[in-house]
């Protein structure tokens, strides 16, 4: 596609409930990042996959978030049990070429009541 | 520990009125210095990357540069539409990949 795309655009849930959020990146990019924006901060690094694997999960704040990327293009983040403390703006971003430009998409607002 | 810090946290400027947005950083390596614009609602969007000291970018009304310690985002004479949070990031020689740090942002009001 012509930019990088998130499913979807706004989720709300119950405390303890599970949820996925999708991101396709633009075509060809082999890397992905997944980010996470609270009200009034910088976007804060989660995931970031090369290809098919999570290169580095080192953002990832605990053992409830995993993502997938199964055949090196769309990607999952899972939230499991989720909390109020998840509620925030999820982003994902890709990048294919060597000058190190992440592109973004609009996020998806995950809001846990 | 790589630092990003942004500063005002918030700007208000008559429409024409120029000034300067302020991104003092330390880091490992700097391999980029990235400058975004985020609207209300919307992803980051990609204004600038400076890579070494001495270095300057423009873009209309915007002007990057970027010393050992610190980059500066220049606004001449801005127009309303220039009303966004701006957002330096870092990309460091430790980071995976092309992972970026962030600042907290700097949000501009340029009022008419």
């Known amino acids: 596609g012509a930019g990088v795309s998130q499913t979807p655009s706004n989720k709300v849930t119950e405390k303890g409930k599970y949820v996925e959020l999708r991101c396709d990146p633009i075509s060809g990019h082999t890397a992905l990042y997944w980010y996470r924006q609270s009200l009034g901060q910088g976007p804060e690094f989660l995931i970031y996959?090369?290809?098919?694997?999570?290169?580095?999960d080192s953002g990832l704040p605990n053992d409830r978030f995993f993502a997938v990327r199964p055949e090196g293009s769309v990607s999952t983040l899972k939230i499991q049990r989720t909390e109020r403390g998840d509620s925030a703006v999820y982003l994902c971003a890709s990048s294919g070429g060597t000058t190190g430009e992440l592109f973004f998409g609009e996020g998806s607002r995950l809001t846990v009541l | 520990e790589d630092q990003v810090t942004q500063s005002p946290e918030a700007l208000r400027l008559q429409e024409g009125e120029s000034s300067s947005l302020n991104c003092s950083y330390t880091v490992s390596g700097l391999r980029g210095l990235f400058w975004y614009r985020q609207d209300p609602g919307k992803g980051p969007e990609f204004l600038f990357t400076l890579y070494s000291a001495g270095e300057e970018k423009e873009k209309e009304r915007l002007k990057a540069t970027l010393t050992k310690k610190e980059s500066f985002l220049h606004i001449t004479a801005p127009k309303p539409e220039d009303s966004a949070t701006y957002l330096c990031?870092?990309?460091?020689?430790?980071?995976?990949?092309?992972?970026?740090?962030f600042g907290k942002g700097t949000s501009l009001l340029v009022t008419p």
């Open positions: 996959f090369q290809g098919t694997g999570a290169a580095d």
């Open positions: 990031a870092v990309q460091a020689g430790s980071n995976s990949g092309y992972a970026l740090n």
